[in-house]
């Protein structure tokens, strides 16, 4: 699909879609979330490009929602299947929805709301969608522990640009790398000249290092993975809890996953663990450890008493010695056993082994000191080879890691992308069944529904009573007020609104003809000025001179002029869109007036009360067809003619036949 062809898309939006790395499959899938990471498109925006691009490609001329109320009906229907998603991409999905006169868009939708509307939703998928948002790409990645070393100036240059994750540093010999290595948990020369050569430290000979970076940055591979790790364990989560059929073997992905912690770190090894315990305790531990020699040698020196001749004190005290040499000579063994007692602590309490533990028992001399001290500079190297066996290792994991999951990114990408996708068909499937709605049948004239609830009203949606209503050609509504003529309206509206977008409508049944547009006027405040009438007759010019599909939809058009005026205007209004085959109710109080004034039979369907109860009317909320509705009046003074015997009651209402 040309981006620039899409209406609405200019060069400038269609350069910033095109920095993304496949937008004609984001545009094809109606990938709002996605569509709306393009440089300055905001996801109202986004959702915008995307509908347009689906009517591109279903050749829909687009403008079905001709009016302001039209437009409201729809975004409160968006409202109520929006809610039902549990993920935001879910709810901006939802915004490509929209009410098409393109056969073919309406049945692409309805192929998916039919199998939407045979899911079963329960509390465990819902739960695991919870965790589930698009798969976002990885910062940039840096490693710090690893470097690359070269002699060359070319090589270096090469290498910066095929592996930027790493530090490449310059030497000029074998000592250079010695030098590095001090530095550096690993280095790699990437000289060939370097093979053979002897250096402390864990310095590797690979030449070709650069053309295999998954080997030497295995984070490369696994910062994708880390930083998408919860969401695609909780598309894991959502596929183990619903009949979706995987990509991938869920628990080999799930295992491989647990071996990342979030910030591409390894996690559940216990050698790594315990070095990053060993690391994190090391301070600690030596402090620990000189408190249990020194507790130790306290005790032994309150319990001796040393006995000293008086020659050898005057010849320690003419020598300047201190208490150490004191400790050298008569305390010999307890401070052994004191030092003893620190090593074994240090190395226990780290749980070090072999190799580290010899290391770690030299931070406590033997040279006899009170009280006892460690030596940094072997506690300091304790932790270097602490620090790099820990890297080393976490290096060698992540490569197997690496190795794994490398090739997994396609399963990982399916399996978010079908979980998210699956909260838009369950959203679609539980507005269904909260609304009790049906698939409508297309079929060739008018609409006809049975027991429809409109979403609109204002009362709870099980208490709504059910309406059978039926439009073929013009029609005039007529009732009692609050009888329920704007509800009829609205029912209407939101039914073909929802059926044109494809999706099932709240109704027992429902059948309607493909309409090209919805013309839906709301109920208009009080008696319009010169200019605002003249512009609402224009407005109605427009109206009747469309199509003979368009459905229209009119409240109480009447108020915007004296009643004289309107019966005429609305009677002309009629006449023009009945001689277009247009598909039109106009909800009004001069039925009557407007049935003598139009040129042609109007139909005038009415919302009977078929009573008072305790003042209170008793309505019939289904229209009776072909049928002039006595109003509320009328009503009130039919009763009291009935009630009383006064004639004057009678009088009123022979004015009424
Ligand atoms: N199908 C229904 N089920 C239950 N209650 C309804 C139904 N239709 C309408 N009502 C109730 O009746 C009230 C009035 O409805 P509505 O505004 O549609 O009447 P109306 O005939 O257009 O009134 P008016 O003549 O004053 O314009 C609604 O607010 C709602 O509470």
Redesign the pocket.
Known sequence: MELSAIPGVGAKTADALAELDDPEAALRAGDVATLSRAPGVSEGRAARIARAAIRTEHDDPGGFLATDRAREVYRAMLDELKARTVTDYGAKRMETFYPSAAQSRIEEVRTFAERAMDRTVSEAVLDALAGVEPLTDPRDVSVRDRCLATTNGETYATAREAIPELPVEVVDDARGLADLARGYSTVIALDETFAGVEVDGDVRVEPNALSNPVEVVPERALAFFATNRDRIRAAIAVHRATDLDAPCDLDALEDALSGLTGDGGIAGDAEVDRLATALDDLDAAVGMAENVANDRLREAIEERDVTIEGADLLSLVERGAGVDSLLSRELADEYADAVDAARDHLVESLDLDTGEAEVARRAFGDEPTYPVDHDESVVSRLREDLTAAKERRETRLKRELADELADRRGDAEALVGAALELDVALAVARFADDYDCTLPTFADEGVAIEGG??LL???PHD?????DYGIEGVALLS??????????L??VASVVVLAQMGLPVPAESVRLQRFSSLHYHA?TQGTLDAGAFESTVREFADVADGGADSLVLV??LESITEPGASAKIIAGILEALDENGASAVF?S?LAGEIRETANFEVTVDG?EAVGLVDGELV?N?SPVKDHLARSTPELIVEKLAGESEATFYDRLLEKFE
């Not at 208490?463 to 309406?467: C, F, I, K, L, Q």
């Open positions: 609830r409109s009203l204002d009362v208490e709504a009573d059910p309406v009732g009692v007020n609050s009888g329920g003529k704007t509800s009829t609205d029912l109920k409240d109480e909800v109080h919302i309505v909320r």
